[in-house]
């Protein structure tokens, strides 16, 4: 079980020291949203951000850079020249290149499951080095694709809710809530390859997480005012941000987890549910704060 | 009488259960908005978030897009592809392809009333099997082609303001005023068809809800300082996002309107007049738990 | 002097009777901003919405609709189709028609002098029966050309800085504020039309209000936190929105000026200066609420 | 070393008169953003607004207007007509004209280092003759063209972080970082000509400023939750502000850098790290006042 005690400890590597800089904390590069579904890249640029992330760049369709510009102020954005509306293969030299000196890397909020972007996300999927966190339709372009995928160049923290595992693993999604934990681990199993890190998340209440060693923990944070649009692009956000400040995969998954419940929580108690997504972030740091304090 | 008491009764099935997910509170469809106009989307939609949706989408003409996106991060868009600055029929088979998995539908605010969007909204009238809020602008469509109006396949909800309720009943808005309730029951009488649930709500202080049976509802919450551009529209986003939610259209209307009045009390009684429908649309979380509270 | 005492009993005449709509609190046409100055145009609308007017519309160059709608959610626009970075009297034909229905109009922010602009502001100086509030540029405008004004259609309100004034009456900066009393007396006999009501305020400290019979009044509310970009913007707005409400040009404007000044000092001394005109528009409906309570 | 006390009275000059102006509180131009990176542009007129600057304006890339608008209400921009996605000194001439009537320069926040944006920084450096403070990307094309840097024509502010430190003096972070006051020191020389008033900050924990007559302060405030992209560029902001109300290099320099500290202390003491640079901006008013009332 994942507590505050818990999550308290293992963010304890979080504790910020004087002589720091942004560069300290990490450069998250996020490869999210499409015409429509901006939003989902933006909620996960919010909740890297209020967890604490050095740095963080979204690489954009052209079209759409006018929309995140004006709704992220402290991230940066590389629009994608011949990407319009969706994340475009074509343009992956452009992202390669901005890849150079990022730290994590978070796909797939908001990304649609296109051709061309399914291409791309199978690319990076197989040959980023960084930890990675995928999520959305990132994982539907996986679930998709499972045949194809070639042992990735790097760690690898899968996010899927349940209707993303069911295509993951070929079930439905009220298999899968009937038994989530053979769900994860089937997951795990099915994505896990030799000598790369694997942690894979099944979110809904309880959230479960599978990592190496078969290692299960389950969250004990978390309420149904999260039941509503958004709320796991931020989470995508937040293990990005911890993985950037150099926690393991493992710990970035299940402190995460914790963290995004907890922020949660705070305001399911205070107005009960209809706080959104972007309220969630900003309570992040709130939160975090009070598991770091725990601590002395 | 719609009082506290009632309204929170009729609220007591949006109590949450631990295990549900957003997929469990429904998803609204939004037909709204048009250049000059886009305020009265992202108010529908945000009274829709605000009040519990689990997801909101927006249909949205193309170039209004970059707008809607940046003003409302958690709901998602559907750019149309050839609709510019109205919604345009020419766009009835992509909103159809996105109707097909919604819960329920709001139509009207902002639409304005051009052939082509009169065209869209009295097809969507009859053919939509969802229930759907009907509301402004596609109030004013009906007005003028009540003769072609023929027997919907689901359930609507009618929210006219007075001089909108005039142009339905062929009267003015000073007749309607010095008789609400004949108006109301005039209004419902025109518009019902055998077999299909209607509910009429007539706004304005005091406002009047006629549903099945001529069962006559007044809502005791409200304000003047409520008489300000876009509150209406907020208004059709609740109901919208009750219907979602699984209440019925009768209790919807009835507590949506009564819980929009509260909202609107809340910001009265402590800054008086000059709070705008945004602030409204903030304020309906705590109305909300305020209300599910008194239940327990 | 201007009072909290004397504001109150002018506003007296805003208490909100519960039997009322928007309607009731008039709709208010703005005519303002240009490439480079929108938030001029939306700072007015923001003064005019936090003061209680019913329904704000502004009528904007199409190339900058976008900017506009995303910043008044609220607020309705009308993009005129051939006026692109400025308004150009090209359009006068789709302005006339919107004016029809508006209760007052605000002319100026952010405008600038371009040729087209100009022909524009004195047809409407001249020919808009409604009360019409003539900030900004729309002075500078008139400045230029006092040769040619005519006889205006209705009441005007113009809201001069020292350095608009000066342009007004063709002296400088410094000898305006040497002698303002005879500055605001002679730019009142210079634009005093028989028939028509005139007032002119001559903003800055002590703001000073010359009205007909020559009538002068001398604001005490404000401070210097208020010198910043955009608050002469909000004060356009909320005059335009008391007259909105049916009060007269005279009290709309001495009342207005003092709510302005009061909404600052709130402001000014809770934290000082730094605080931006969008700031001041929130705190109004809170001034607004304190000088109402006075009466009762 | 630079504490509450010496800030406090270095700001004395800040205490406003009554009988004041938004033209008492200078004029700032910012020549900022890029291209994937307006927020930079965006957070420095936010440091100037929320510090007191009486007007603030912009010249950007014509692109990428929109975004600038909608984010900055209270600001003007001029949007450049030959300079797309970046600065381009290609509307040098139209920046002349608009440089005129300022009271400072802020220059480099997102700017990126094109060929033709760099020209445009090495004329400005040269030829401007009100004080200018250059920051980021501007002085990363100072560090590739120290040899063409020819006398400027008015005081310089530069603010490099360690890495632009680096290449200022080619040499490396890590060495910069060793030994700051050397570094310092070394590009305080480097870049000093006769009869111009120079000011190098060197940004990081216990920012260290050199000024003429090689004087050394360390500023006392700051924490690593500041560690975090944009930060810097409201800083810019505030000491461009603080030149505007008349303050001298030396002391705008090391007041502004005070005044950032404390104002991000206040939010770290408070919510611990996860705050935003936009978060800081809005707390500059309060830390501003609270210095000024240390004094009386």
């Known amino acids: 079980l994942i507590t505050a005690e818990t999550a308290a400890d293992w963010l304890r590597g979080l504790k910020r020291q004087a002589n720091t800089h942004k560069g300290s904390y990490g450069h998250l590069l996020i490869l999210a949203g499409s015409a429509g579904k901006t939003g989902a890249a933006i909620l996960a640029a919010r909740g890297a951000q209020r967890s604490g992330c050095g740095l963080v760049s979204l690489c954009v369709p052209y079209d759409l850079n006018t929309i995140l510009e004006t709704s992220l102020i402290e991230a940066m954005t590389v629009p994608l020249p011949t990407s319009s509306s969706v ?80 295509r993951l693993i070929g079930r439905n999604a009220t298999e899968v809530q009937e038994n989530r934990l053979d769900a994860g681990k089937l997951c795990y199993h099915r994505f896990k ?41 931020v989470l995508s956000g937040i293990i990005g941000s911890l993985l950037c400040q150099g926690l393991s995969p ?38 975090l704060k009070q598991l770091l304090d725990h601590l002395s």
């Open 87 to 166: 994340l475009n293969v074509s343009d992956l030299a452009t992202i390669l290149k901005h890849l150079d000196d990022k730290t994590a890397v978070v796909i797939g909020p908001g990304l649609g499951t296109d051709t061309r972007t399914a291409e791309l996300v199978l690319y990076l999927y197989h040959s980023v080095k960084q930890p990675m966190v995928v999520d959305a339709d990132a994982l539907n372009i996986l679930a998709r694709h499972v045949d194809q995928l070639r042992t990735p160049a790097g760690p690898r923290i899968l996010t899927p809710h349940p209707g993303e595992m069911a």
């Open 250 to 287: 493992t710990i970035a998954a299940a402190a995460g987890v914790y963290l995004h419940g907890m922020a949660g929580d705070g305001l399911y108690s205070e107005n009960g549910h209809g706080f959104t997504a972007s309220d969630l972030a900003c309570n992040l740091p709130r939160c």
């Open 193 to 233: 390859k030799k000598g790369r890190e694997l942690v894979v998340i099944l979110k809904g209440a309880g959230t479960l997480i599978v990592t190496d060693n078969e290692q299960v923990l389950i969250n004990t944070s978390g309420n149904p005012g999260m039941a509503a649009g958004g709320m796991g692009d």
